[in-house]
C-alpha cells in the first residue's frame, strides 16, 4: 500500500541508487592488516574489539544499521574487507597508517545518509571507519558552544542543546538520524538556515586526523584546511573527529504550519508567486514547499499536492502579520499555526508527531527506502509553462514515488561571501529543488529501480532550461554520480574532476584542488567524487 500521509512523506524525505550492479570482492581476512592495526594501537585487545571482518557474526548489522538506501543494502553491493569502529583517535591514527602500508583504500561513515553509498562502497578492496562509537556532545551553555563528535547524530545534538538550554538551538538539517560528520562536511542547512546560515558557516573549530595519522586542531592545520573541510565535502582530506561549533539563539516560542494546496486549490499560482519571494521575506521565516502528485484531486484524479511547510522564530501574531503582509495569497490562518519550543519543532520537521523528545536519540531511522535524488539551484522563476510541464511529467510517473522540495535562499545565505566556504552558492540564488524519486519493496524493490532513475533523469533533463546554468549547480550533500565521478583505480586529472567539482563548488573547487595538493599530495583519502590533488 502507498502510504500517502504527509509525515510519512515528509520522513521518506529524510531517508532518501547505483545503476550499474557492483562487483563483489572476495573477502579474505586481511591478516597482516589486523597485525598492523595491534602494532600501532595502545592496546590490542581493545582494538581486536572494535574490528569486524565478514567472519564476526555482527558484520553484516554493524554494516547495515545506518544504510539508508535500500538500493545498496543487497549482498550484490561491494563490502569492507573490514569494519573498524574507533573509540579514540588512536584507532583512527592507526586505521589510516595501516591502510596506507596495505594499499587500501579508506571509506568514512558517520551517519551513512550519504545518497550515493561512498562512505561504505567502492568498487576496490576497502575497509570502512565507522565512526558510530565516536558521538560525544559536550555543550558548554554559558559559552554557547558545543563539541560535538562526528559519528553523533542531528537529533542528537539538537537533544543535548536542548537539554541544556532551551534558548539555544543549532542550524543544521531536518534528518535527525543523519551523522554529522558528512552534514558539517558538505555545508548542511535546515529550518534555520536563513536567520543563521548553514551549519557550516557556524563551525568554529575542528580535529582531524590527517594522511600522516597527526591530530590538527584549526590552529595547526591552518585557516585553507579548516576553510575547505567546511563545505568542501567529506572523504576528501581527513578524518574529522570532532566539530566545535557556535549555538545560536532560538526564541522560547516558535510556530509551525505546513498548508497543502492542490492544483484545484491554486496551487500553482501559489508557487508563481512563493518563487518571488525568498529574498523579500524576514529571516525569521522559512517556508519550504514539498510537491508531489497523488490522487488526491475531485473524486480520486490525479492531482499536484504542494504542502508549505513552515518555521517562523516567534509567536502566532507575529506570523500572521508577516504572511498578510508579504504573502497574503495563502490566506493563512491562526488555526493553521502551532506555537511550540524550538526543540518540539525540530520533532515536527522531522516528520513525528507527539513521541517524546527521545526519539531524537534514535541512531537510525526505521524508515529506509530505495532511491535516486538529484539537486538544481534556480535563480529566475520558473514561468508558468515551465510548471506545468513539470505537472506533467510528474504524472507519468507512479503515485507518490517522486516529490520535489523546494527552499528558499536569501537572508543570511545571501549575506555570505561565494567564497567564504567552499558552498558557493549563496546570494541571487532564489531556491534549491531538491528531486526525489523514492520507493519501497512494495513498490518492485531493486528491480524497478531502472525504471525510476530513467525518470528522474528525464525530469532532470527537462529542468536544464529553468536552473542556474554554467555551471549548473548542485548541492555537495545531494550526491550525484550522474554529473560526473573521479576514477577510483588510477588517476583523475583536473579536467575531469572540474566538470563535478565546479557543479558543486564553483570557483572554489580550484582553492579546494589547491588545499587537497597540499595535504594530502598521494591522493590517499578518495572516492568517486573526492577533490583530487593537482598531479593526479
Ligand atoms: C586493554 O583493553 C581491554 C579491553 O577493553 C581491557 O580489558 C584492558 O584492561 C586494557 N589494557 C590496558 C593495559 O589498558
Ligand atoms: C571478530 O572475530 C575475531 C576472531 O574471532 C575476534 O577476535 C574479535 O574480537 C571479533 N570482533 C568483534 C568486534 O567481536
Ligand atoms: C465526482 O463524481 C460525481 C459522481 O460521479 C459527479 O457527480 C461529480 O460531478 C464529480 N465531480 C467532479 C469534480 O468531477
Ligand atoms: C484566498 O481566499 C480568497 C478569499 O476567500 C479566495 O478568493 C482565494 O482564491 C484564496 N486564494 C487561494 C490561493 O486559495
Ligand atoms: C527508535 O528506536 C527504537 C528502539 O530501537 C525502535 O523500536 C523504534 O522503532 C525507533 N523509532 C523510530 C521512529 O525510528
Known sequence: MKMQNFTMHLRLACVLLFSAPLVAFATSTPMNFLQCLSLHSENATSIFNL?????????????????????????????????????????????????????????????????????????????????VNLRSITVDAEDETAWVQSGATLGELYYRIAEKSKALGFPAGVCPTIGVGGHFSGGGYGTMMRKYGLAADNVIDAQLVDVQGQLLDRESMGEDLFWAIRGGGGGSFGVVVSWKVKLVPVPPTVTVFTLVRTLEQHATKLLIQWQLLGNKLPDDLFIRVILQSLNSGPNGTRTMQASFNTLYLGGVDALLDVTRSSFPELNLTREDCTEMSWIESVLYFAGFSG?????????????????????????????ESGLEGMWERFFEEDEGVPLMIWNHYGGKMGEISESALPFPHRAGVLYKIQHLTSWTDAEGGNEAAPKHVSWIRSFYSYMAQYVSKSPREAYINYRDLDIGTNNVIGNTDYKQASVWGKKYFKNNFDRLVHVKTTVDPGNFFRHEQSIPPFSF
Open 51 to 131: 574490528v569486524y571482518t565478514p567472519i564476526n557474526s555482527s558484520y553484516s548489522s554493524v554494516l547495515d544499521i545506518t544504510i539508508q538506501n535500500l538500493r545498496f543494502l543487497t549482498p550484490f553491493a561491494p563490502k569492507p574487507l573490514l569494519i573498524v569502529t574507533p573509540l579514540r583517535v588512536s584507532h583512527i591514527q592507526a586505521a589510516i597508517i595501516c591502510s596506507r602500508r596495505y594499499g587500501l583504500q579508506i571509506r568514512i561513515r558517520s551517519g551513512g545518509h550519504d545518497y550515493e553509498g561512498l562512505s561504505y562502497l567502492s568498487e576496490v578492496p576497502f575497509i570502512m571507519v565507522d565512526m
Open 355 to 383: 513521541e517524546p523528545l527521545e526519539i531524537l536519540l534514535n541512531k537510525s531511522s526505521n524508515t529506509k527506502v530505495f532511491f535516486k535524488h538529484k539537486s538544481d539551484y534556480v535563480r529566475e522563476p520558473i514561468p
